[in-house]
């Protein structure tokens, strides 16, 4: 009975073995570059691009029909137009996520028409991308339905002014370019989320701001001093959450806006 046992012991660890030896890939595992380029969150549907050889965006091609979510995160290649137009194959492509790049999309022109994107997030905090690059990539994306901005210098009104009506939800922070006057002409009808953090904000902008009514979530923070009757806000009477910074001429006192906006959560800071 001992001896059974021992050798069916040996049997099970042989077996171990044997399945090791097929599920590990030396290959793979020996691909130092793809493991730093290759980085999957909770499901085989994001990829994030970390590093600086270009050749890789190519083999997105292999696997772009089941690719949901895309992320370049801190590169320096000095152009990646050839890996931007792989993303024509990405089918299923809802998200782009562009943070930190020390590159310019010097040809997006070649850029195929992302029609599956619906969101879009640019973190240009090195200030890489001109008006007319950032311009480009919205147009890229028609049917955007976010699209977040952050620390974008070269982000004026003009760009945004070629917003798709298809945007719910808006958020533009420290972009000094920024003064709110493109919501004059905003196209949306069904923007339900704006975000505007630090910007230089104008009391144009924040008067075509009380005009939208299907907003829902508001934040507002001017970086300089505006004069605007914050009370005009209370027109927003669909919104379930409005947050004012108090400084630079937003209110002090967020009493009577309380009052007129029985259904909101007012906030301030």
Same mark, same amino acid.
């Given at each position: 009975?001992?001896? #059974?046992?021992?050798?069916?012991? *040996?049997?099970?660890?042989?077996?171990?073995?044997?399945?090791?030896?097929? #599920?590990?890939?030396?290959?793979?595992?020996?691909?130092?570059?793809?493991?730093?380029?290759?980085?999957? !969150?909770?499901?085989?549907?994001?990829?994030?691009? #970390?590093?600086?050889?270009?050749? @890789?965006?190519?083999?997105?091609?292999?696997?772009?029909?089941?690719?949901?979510?895309?992320?370049?995160?801190?590169?320096?290649?000095?152009?990646?137009?050839?890996?931007?137009?792989?993303?024509?194959?990405?089918?299923?492509?809802?998200?782009?996520?562009?943070? !930190?790049?020390?590159?310019?999309?010097?040809? *997006?022109?070649?850029?195929?028409?992302?029609?599956?994107?619906?969101?879009?997030?640019?973190?240009?905090?090195?200030?890489?991308?001109?008006?007319?690059?950032?311009?480009?990539?919205?147009?890229?994306?028609?049917?955007?339905?976010?699209?977040?901005?952050?620390?974008?210098?070269?982000?004026?009104?003009?760009?945004?002014?070629?917003?798709?009506?298809?945007? !719910?939800?808006?958020?533009?922070?420290?972009?000094?370019?920024?003064?709110?006057?493109?919501?004059?002409?905003?196209?949306?009808?069904?923007?339900?989320? *704006?975000?505007?953090?630090?910007?230089?904000?104008?009391?144009?902008?924040?008067?075509?701001?009380?005009?939208?009514?299907?907003?829902?979530?508001?934040?507002?923070?001017?970086?300089?001093?505006?004069? #605007?009757?914050?009370?005009?806000?209370?027109?927003? !009477?669909?919104?379930?959450?409005?947050?004012? @910074?108090?400084?630079?001429?937003?209110?002090?006192?967020?009493? &009577?806006?309380?009052?007129?906006?029985?259904?909101?959560? &007012?906030?301030?800071?």
């Amino acid at each position: 009975m001992k001896r #059974f046992g021992l050798t069916s012991l *040996l049997a099970v660890i042989a077996i171990v073995a044997v399945l090791l030896a097929l #599920f590990v890939n030396p290959r793979r595992a020996n691909d130092e570059a793809r493991r730093k380029l290759l980085s999957l !969150q909770n499901n085989s549907n994001a990829v994030h691009v #970390f590093s600086d050889d270009p050749d @890789w965006l190519c083999r997105l091609i292999g696997i772009g029909g089941s690719v949901a979510y895309v992320s370049f995160d801190n590169l320096s290649l000095p152009a990646v137009d050839e890996g931007l137009a792989v993303l024509g194959e990405c089918t299923a492509l809802k998200t782009i996520s562009i943070s !930190q790049c020390a590159f310019s999309l010097s040809n *997006l022109s070649a850029v195929p028409i992302l029609s599956s994107v619906e969101e879009l997030h640019v973190d240009d905090i090195r200030g890489a991308l001109d008006a007319g690059e950032l311009r480009c990539l919205i147009l890229k994306c028609p049917r955007l339905r976010s699209l977040a901005m952050t620390c974008c210098p070269s982000l004026d009104d003009s760009v945004l002014e070629v917003l798709p009506s298809t945007v !719910q939800a808006l958020s533009i922070a420290e972009c000094p370019r920024v003064t709110g006057d493109f919501l004059r002409e905003l196209r949306s009808a069904r923007l339900t989320e *704006l975000r505007l953090r630090d910007l230089p904000l104008s009391a144009s902008a924040l008067h075509a701001v009380c005009e939208m009514t299907t907003l829902e979530d508001v934040e507002l923070s001017p970086s300089e001093p505006v004069d #605007f009757d914050w009370l005009l806000l209370a027109n927003l !009477q669909r919104a379930r959450y409005l947050f004012l @910074w108090r400084r630079n001429g937003a209110p002090h006192d967020l009493d &009577v806006l309380e009052e007129k906006m029985p259904n909101t959560l &007012v906030m301030g800071e």
